[in-house]
């Protein structure tokens, strides 16, 4: 018997060393046992309730909502929240991340001002433990009897369905698309009664980076650069740097893309998406802190095209602020007309004084003036309510402009699902098609399938051999 087992000693190393080449194609390079990993960067997106929305912007209730905090809208009914942070464990499956970003609904509007109905939904995160899902917020909401108002942070609004999906294993970016959700006795009573616990809510669709990604630019400074003293702020005059961020209009957005304009926005320049808002960087001007005055121009254009001849760019984004007001112009290129410098929006500047280097304004309600409705012809009068408008402005050269929504490096959740390939595995929801999916960055079906099979023969021909 002891003869027959250096026989069998090659065989055994062979596939020894057959899983060792499977398991370290399936495990992270840097360790046999995968190590928890930082969540940066990503977006959740959820409706909420969809048919709340509606009840909220019917006739009956006669309100609307609005989004605070860079949140953004995506599809026909869904609230995109951004810059995910959080941590993930592939050895265990444990996944926490928050997410940025708010949603206020209002209405019944009583006759002497305010809101009968008055709830804010903010700040979601998304905790899955041992196969048990939760999304948190942040709430702000008034009781429909004594109007009372309370807030909770992080209230347990909803339970997930994760049926058949294993968070085990995964990579960068980790995505699951429309998991079922359920409204808990805590969400009721956020909701204020408008639903009971065990109501289906909107599902949810999450994308998000775990770890830092090849490439990217760390946040913090580099270690082997010495931090440069920091410089006194300037007195009045030129600024080291400035940004300007302004979504034109949600519903224009909408609209454009929608299925009426078929449509879609083109940046350039140096103009960035932050999803809900446009950035428009490199401001170039003049500050005066003692009068909290600002004439700056700024970099980026964006242009809207689609069905019926629909085209309009702005370009040559300029800010003035002065006396507490504010406008921004660009020049406007419409149907084949250049307009130069058109003042398009106003909005309050109460405090523009720099603190910490910075002066900031941040979402200010903007309304578009009479010039600015020539710019979108027919589609709004002066005196709309356009999208809040943010601006900093740093006087200070260490001081660093607030960041863009992040919304991560992965494939957008509400974009159609793509054709599984050999390098993304997609483990779904059994019996419910392509309702339910998590997408790993690692490995295939195939490899997967050929590791559990060298580990099955290993332990099969070491029992042989025992019981030999």
Excluded: C
């Excluded at 995968?34 to 909420?48: E, K, N, P």
């Excluded at 809101?115 to 009781?143: F, N, Q």
């Excluded at 589609?379 to 408008?389: E, K």
């Amino acid at each position: 018997m002891l003869s027959s087992r250096p026989a069998r000693a090659p065989g055994r190393a062979l596939t020894v060393a057959l899983l060792a080449v499977l398991l370290g194609a399936l495990l992270p390079p840097t360790a046999a046992q995968a190590a928890s990993r930082t969540v940066q960067g990503g977006r959740l997106d959820w409706g909420i309730k969809s048919s709340f929305q509606s009840y909220v912007t019917g006739p009956i209730a006669n309100g609307s909502w609005s989004l605070t905090g860079g949140a953004a809208t995506v599809g026909g009914s869904q609230f995109r929240f951004h810059s995910a942070t959080g941590s993930y464990d592939p050895a265990t499956g444990a996944f926490g991340s928050g997410f940025s970003g708010g949603v206020r609904f209002v209405g019944h509007k009583k006759p002497g001002g305010g809101y009968e109905l008055d709830l804010t939904i903010s700040r979601p995160t998304v905790r899955i433990t041992g196969g048990t899902g939760t999304v948190l917020a942040d709430t702000v909401g008034k009781d429909r009897g004594s109007g009372r108002v309370t807030s909770a942070s992080q209230v347990p609004l909803a339970t997930l369905g994760l049926s058949g999906i294993d968070m085990k294993g995964g990579s960068t970016p980790i995505a699951l698309n429309n998991v079922p959700a359920t409204l808990t006795s805590q969400g009721a009573k956020a909701f204020a009664g408008y639903y009971t616990a065990g109501t289906p809510l909107d599902p949810v669709s999450l994308s998000v980076d775990t770890s830092a990604p090849a490439g990217k630019p760390a946040a913090s400074r580099s270690p082997e650069k010495p931090a440069e003293p920091k410089k006194a702020e300037r007195a009045a005059g030129r600024f080291e740097d400035a940004a300007v961020d302004w979504g034109v209009r949600r519903t224009f957005r909408e609209y454009v893309t929608g299925s009426i304009g078929k449509g879609k926005w083109t940046l350039a320049d140096g103009a960035q998406d932050g999803g809900a808002l446009f950035r428009f960087p490199r401001g170039k001007g003049t500050y005066d802190p003692k009068g909290q005055t600002l004439d700056a121009d700024f970099a980026g254009s964006v242009r809207f095209t689609g069905a019926d001849g629909l085209d309009l760019k702005l370009s040559a984004v300029a800010v003035r602020v002065e006396a507490g007001k504010g406008t921004l112009s660009a020049d406007v290129l419409s149907d084949g007309y250049r307009h130069t410098a058109v003042p398009l929006v106003t909005f309050t500047a109460k405090d523009f004084t720099a603190k910490d280097g910075l002066a900031v304004l941040t979402e200010v309600p903007a309304t578009l003036t009479a010039d600015g409705a020539k710019a979108f012809g027919p589609l709004y009068g002066a005196g709309t309510a356009m999208d809040p408008l943010s601006l900093a402005v740093a006087v200070d050269a260490e001081a660093e402009l607030p960041a863009l929504p992040d919304l991560g490096s992965g494939p957008d959740p509400s974009d159609p699902p793509a054709e599984k390939t050999t390098t993304a595995a997609s483990v779904s929801d059994s019996g419910s098609g392509s309702r339910t999916g998590l997408y790993l960055g690692i490995g295939g079906a195939g490899v997967l399938a050929a590791a559990a099979g060298a580990l099955y023969l290993t332990r099969r021909r070491g029992t042989q051999q025992n019981n030999s």
